[in-house]
């Protein structure tokens, strides 16, 4: 009998924080905006002048953006009730502060740089990235799934990657940039192209490869933290978790929740096809059709094609949205996120935020009435809880 392999250490460099159970959680980045102009403000330090901050609320590395984090919930209704809660808190303290907010991926008419916010890691990141830094008026969702072990957190990882257009193009909701329709369904994720860390990520094999290519980055200075890694789907060793970070914002409470459940019923779909080695997925393709795909969903969103074979043949992203819902449905019945995919499926397939902007600015001409339709679509949304 031959001797039995041993277990491969972990690596004495990072550690992955297991989860044992599929948890999930999310982050939402908001804007602040000034109650006059509806333009953007550096709003965040006189909001945590009279709130400090929280674990649940957080500033960014721009003054004119707050962040909410949820807690680790057990299934999609604990989520949303959650973050229900902590979007009407914000809310009512950015009120009392003078500060108005929503969200989308981009504010549509800000032109002026943002100012940082005045902490040791944000203001290390603006001496790092400069010009850039100020101008980095994007606003996304990110969400975050318990994974078993790093190994299986990097295997999903591979597995998800053909998926991101899909998330991207659903989530789209920046087509105007500092005042012009840019034609793009997403412009904040062209707008992060420009960065070094931003975009598809890599594929690793093993935690052990994971971790060896982090310790080479930061002996590098390019990381100091995983956190450094910008990526639209990265591991977060700390939480133990998978997190997706290629979604623009969604204006509403709601369309943030419905994202979230298509996330994390897809992730927990894969999970299992890796687990039992079997599966009905998107295979992963060469570097050059991932970047294809991301670029044509930032750009034409659900009117993209999706290129799905090495030879560069492609199909309309919509029909390969249809197609994952229907592989999706017995998971999320499992789960209890059905409902979610339904309205999904009803509302942001066929309603996304970026056609609704550029709708509602044809017919007014002002970029001010929109960010104004922003603000109230959340206020009535708050109210109606």
Not at 56 to 76: D, G, H, R, W, Y
Not at 80 to 89: F, G, H, M, N, P
Not at 220 to 235: E, M, N, T, V, Y
Not at 261 to 276: G, K, N, P, S
Request: glycine content about 4%; overall charge negative.
């Amino acid at each position: 009998m031959l001797p039995r392999k041993p277990e491969p250490e972990a690596h004495p460099y990072i550690e992955f924080k297991a989860c044992p159970e599929t948890t999930l959680g999310i982050e939402i980045e908001f804007q602040l905006l000034d109650p006059v102009t509806l333009d953007l403000t550096d709003g965040i330090s006189p909001l945590l002048d009279n709130y400090p901050e929280t674990p649940e609320i957080k500033p960014e590395l721009t003054q004119c953006s707050v962040e909410i984090n949820s807690k680790v919930c057990a299934n999609i209704r604990e989520l949303e009730a959650d973050v229900i809660s902590l979007v009407k808190t914000l809310k009512g303290r950015c009120e009392s502060s003078g500060i108005i907010l929503c969200t989308a991926g981009a504010h549509p008419f800000c032109r002026h740089p943002a100012g940082i916010t005045p902490l040791p890691r944000y203001l290390a990141i603006e001496q790092k990235m400069a010009y850039l830094a100020r101008r980095l008026k994007t606003f996304a969702l990110h969400v975050h799934v318990g994974m078993p072990s790093g190994d299986a957190a990097l295997a999903v990882m591979t597995l998800l990657k053909p998926y991101l257009p899909i998330l991207l193009a659903l989530s789209a909701s920046s087509p105007f940039w500092e005042g012009e329709d840019t034609n793009f369904a997403s412009f904040r994720q062209r707008f992060l192209a420009i960065f070094r860390d931003y975009g598809v990520p890599p594929s690793f094999s093993a935690w052990h490869d994971f971790a060896e290519f982090f310790k080479n980055t930061r002996t590098a200075g390019l990381s100091a933290i995983c956190r450094d890694l910008h990526w639209d789907l990265r591991p977060s060793p700390g939480f133990g978790t998978l997190e997706v970070r290629v979604m623009d914002a969604l204006p509403t409470v709601r369309e943030n929740i419905l994202m979230a459940a298509l996330t994390y019923t897809l992730i927990v779909y894969l999970l299992r096809c890796h687990e039992q080695k079997a599966g009905d997925h998107l295979q992963p393709r060469p570097w050059w059709m991932e970047k294809m795909n991301s670029f044509n969903a930032s750009y034409q969103g659900l009117e993209a094609d999706y290129i799905f074979d090495d030879q560069g043949r492609n199909r309309p992203i919509k029909a390969v949205i249809q197609e994952t819902l229907q592989k999706l449905a017995p998971t999320a019945r499992e789960l209890g996120t059905a409902e979610y995919l339904q309205q999904l499926d009803s509302h942001l397939v066929r309603h996304p935020s970026y056609l609704r902007q550029r709708r509602l600015f044809l017919e007014t001409g002002s970029l001010r009435s929109l960010v104004a339709t922003l603000v109230k679509d959340l206020e009535q949304e708050l109210a109606s809880y």
